[in-house]
Protein backbone atom coordinates (compact mmCIF):
# COMPACT_ATOMS: atom_id res chain seq x y z
CA UNK A 1 0.00 0.00 0.00
CA UNK A 2 2.65 2.36 0.77
CA UNK A 3 4.54 2.02 -3.03
CA UNK A 4 0.65 2.52 -4.33
CA UNK A 5 0.63 5.88 -2.26
CA UNK A 6 4.23 7.17 -3.09
CA UNK A 7 2.81 6.53 -6.48
CA UNK A 8 0.37 9.24 -6.18
CA UNK A 9 3.06 11.67 -5.19
CA UNK A 10 2.46 11.41 -1.35
CA UNK A 11 5.13 11.14 0.76
CA UNK A 12 5.82 9.19 4.06
CA UNK A 13 7.30 9.73 7.42
CA UNK A 14 7.73 7.49 10.35
CA UNK A 15 7.08 8.53 14.01
CA UNK A 16 7.82 5.92 16.74
CA UNK A 17 4.87 6.02 20.22
CA UNK A 18 5.27 2.83 22.68
CA UNK A 19 1.63 2.44 23.49
CA UNK A 20 1.08 2.09 27.06
CA UNK A 21 -2.35 0.29 28.64
CA UNK A 22 -3.49 3.83 29.69
CA UNK A 23 -4.49 4.38 25.95
CA UNK A 24 -6.81 2.05 25.88
CA UNK A 25 -8.57 2.65 29.66
CA UNK A 26 -11.75 4.16 29.60
CA UNK A 27 -12.08 7.60 31.23
CA UNK A 28 -13.57 7.41 34.63
CA UNK A 29 -13.99 10.84 35.73
CA UNK A 30 -16.67 13.37 35.77
CA UNK A 31 -14.62 16.18 34.90
CA UNK A 32 -12.36 15.26 31.79
CA UNK A 33 -9.85 17.82 32.48
CA UNK A 34 -9.03 15.36 35.42
CA UNK A 35 -8.26 12.28 33.64
CA UNK A 36 -4.76 11.46 33.73
CA UNK A 37 -2.92 9.22 30.13
CA UNK A 38 -0.32 6.97 31.59
CA UNK A 39 3.61 7.98 29.97
CA UNK A 40 4.27 6.83 26.58
CA UNK A 41 7.81 7.59 25.27
CA UNK A 42 7.69 8.46 21.75
CA UNK A 43 11.01 9.26 18.73
CA UNK A 44 10.60 11.87 16.36
CA UNK A 45 13.26 11.62 14.19
CA UNK A 46 15.09 14.27 12.00
CA UNK A 47 14.17 12.78 9.08
CA UNK A 48 10.19 13.64 9.67
CA UNK A 49 10.64 16.71 10.97
CA UNK A 50 12.59 17.49 7.29
CA UNK A 51 9.41 15.73 5.60
CA UNK A 52 6.74 17.73 7.85
CA UNK A 53 8.95 20.91 6.69
CA UNK A 54 8.83 20.16 2.67
CA UNK A 55 5.14 19.39 2.66
CA UNK A 56 4.48 22.88 4.50
CA UNK A 57 6.93 24.79 2.07
CA UNK A 58 5.18 22.98 -0.98
CA UNK A 59 1.60 23.98 0.86
CA UNK A 60 0.79 20.42 1.13
CA UNK A 61 -1.38 18.65 4.19
CA UNK A 62 -0.21 16.62 7.04
CA UNK A 63 -2.09 13.57 7.36
CA UNK A 64 -1.42 11.32 10.23
CA UNK A 65 -2.43 7.23 9.85
CA UNK A 66 -3.46 6.18 13.31
CA UNK A 67 -3.86 8.23 16.91
CA UNK A 68 -0.46 7.19 17.74
CA UNK A 69 1.24 9.32 15.01
CA UNK A 70 -1.25 12.01 15.65
CA UNK A 71 -0.22 12.29 19.41
CA UNK A 72 3.87 11.81 18.50
CA UNK A 73 3.58 14.62 16.20
CA UNK A 74 1.58 16.89 18.44
CA UNK A 75 3.92 16.32 21.96
CA UNK A 76 6.73 17.38 19.16
CA UNK A 77 4.79 20.43 18.51
CA UNK A 78 4.24 21.17 22.20
CA UNK A 79 7.78 21.18 22.99
CA UNK A 80 8.79 23.54 20.35
CA UNK A 81 6.11 26.00 20.57
CA UNK A 82 7.68 28.27 18.27
CA UNK A 83 7.98 25.86 15.37
CA UNK A 84 4.17 24.82 16.43
CA UNK A 85 3.38 28.28 15.54
CA UNK A 86 4.17 28.11 12.07
CA UNK A 87 2.69 24.45 12.22
CA UNK A 88 5.58 22.53 12.16
CA UNK A 89 7.44 20.82 14.65
CA UNK A 90 11.03 20.12 15.92
CA UNK A 91 12.52 16.48 16.48
CA UNK A 92 11.36 14.84 19.79
CA UNK A 93 12.25 11.89 22.05
CA UNK A 94 10.97 11.29 25.35
CA UNK A 95 8.01 11.05 27.06
CA UNK A 96 4.16 11.86 26.48
CA UNK A 97 0.92 12.10 28.15
CA UNK A 98 -0.87 14.15 25.67
CA UNK A 99 -4.75 13.73 26.11
CA UNK A 100 -6.21 15.59 23.25
CA UNK A 101 -10.45 16.26 24.17
CA UNK A 102 -12.63 18.58 22.60
CA UNK A 103 -11.45 21.90 23.31
CA UNK A 104 -7.57 21.13 23.08
CA UNK A 105 -6.09 22.53 19.95
CA UNK A 106 -4.30 20.71 17.54
CA UNK A 107 -1.36 23.05 16.25
CA UNK A 108 0.18 20.67 13.43
CA UNK A 109 -1.88 17.64 11.85
CA UNK A 110 -4.06 18.52 8.75
CA UNK A 111 -6.14 14.80 8.95
CA UNK A 112 -6.72 11.77 10.52
CA UNK A 113 -7.03 8.36 8.93
CA UNK A 114 -7.81 5.97 12.03
CA UNK A 115 -10.25 3.07 13.20
CA UNK A 116 -13.89 4.00 15.19
CA UNK A 117 -12.60 3.77 18.43
CA UNK A 118 -14.60 2.43 21.74
CA UNK A 119 -17.02 4.43 24.12
CA UNK A 120 -15.37 6.50 27.09
CA UNK A 121 -11.99 6.22 25.38
CA UNK A 122 -9.39 8.37 24.87
CA UNK A 123 -9.40 7.72 21.63
CA UNK A 124 -12.86 8.62 21.22
CA UNK A 125 -12.08 11.84 22.76
CA UNK A 126 -8.68 12.63 20.73
CA UNK A 127 -11.31 12.65 17.58
CA UNK A 128 -13.82 14.44 18.88
CA UNK A 129 -11.12 17.25 19.22
CA UNK A 130 -10.45 16.93 16.43
CA UNK A 131 -13.74 17.02 13.94
CA UNK A 132 -16.20 18.28 17.09
CA UNK A 133 -18.10 15.97 19.32
CA UNK A 134 -21.57 16.28 17.26
CA UNK A 135 -19.55 15.39 14.26
CA UNK A 136 -18.69 12.42 15.27
CA UNK A 137 -21.08 11.12 16.75
CA UNK A 138 -23.02 11.76 13.48
CA UNK A 139 -20.21 9.70 11.84
CA UNK A 140 -21.12 6.98 14.47
CA UNK A 141 -24.49 6.66 14.61
CA UNK A 142 -23.75 6.44 10.68
CA UNK A 143 -21.72 3.46 11.13
CA UNK A 144 -23.75 2.20 13.30
CA UNK A 145 -26.01 1.78 11.08
CA UNK A 146 -24.82 0.97 7.99
CA UNK A 147 -23.01 -2.33 10.27
CA UNK A 148 -19.17 -0.67 9.75
CA UNK A 149 -16.41 -2.50 12.41
CA UNK A 150 -15.37 -0.79 15.21
CA UNK A 151 -11.95 -1.22 17.40
CA UNK A 152 -8.69 -2.17 16.23
CA UNK A 153 -9.09 -4.32 13.69
CA UNK A 154 -12.59 -2.58 12.09
CA UNK A 155 -13.10 0.13 9.52
CA UNK A 156 -11.51 3.22 9.29
CA UNK A 157 -12.57 6.90 8.89
CA UNK A 158 -10.86 9.93 7.76
CA UNK A 159 -10.92 13.13 10.11
CA UNK A 160 -10.26 16.21 8.84
CA UNK A 161 -9.00 18.93 11.43
CA UNK A 162 -10.91 22.17 11.78
CA UNK A 163 -7.57 24.93 11.87
CA UNK A 164 -9.54 28.42 12.61
CA UNK A 165 -7.07 29.35 10.20
CA UNK A 166 -6.36 26.88 7.18
CA UNK A 167 -2.87 27.25 6.29
CA UNK A 168 -2.36 28.35 1.93
CA UNK A 169 -2.47 25.29 0.30
CA UNK A 170 -4.29 23.08 2.43
CA UNK A 171 -6.18 21.58 -0.40
CA UNK A 172 -2.78 20.21 -2.03
CA UNK A 173 -2.72 16.30 -2.26
CA UNK A 174 0.62 16.31 -0.22
CA UNK A 175 0.89 14.16 2.86
CA UNK A 176 3.22 13.25 5.31
Known amino acids: MLKQIAAKGV ?7 HVGAGTFQPVRVD ?25 R ?16 IETAARANPKAAAQRRIGTYQGDTRLFLYPGQPVYV ?3 LLTNFHLPQSTLLMLVSALAGRERILAAYAHAIRSGFRF ?23 HAV
Open 109 to 111: VDA
Open 11 to 17: DTAFVTL
Open 151 to 173: FSYGDAMFIPVHHPIAPAGAEQS
Open 57 to 72: DRGGRVICVGTTALRA
Open 31 to 55: NIQEHNMHSEWLNVPPETVAAIDAT
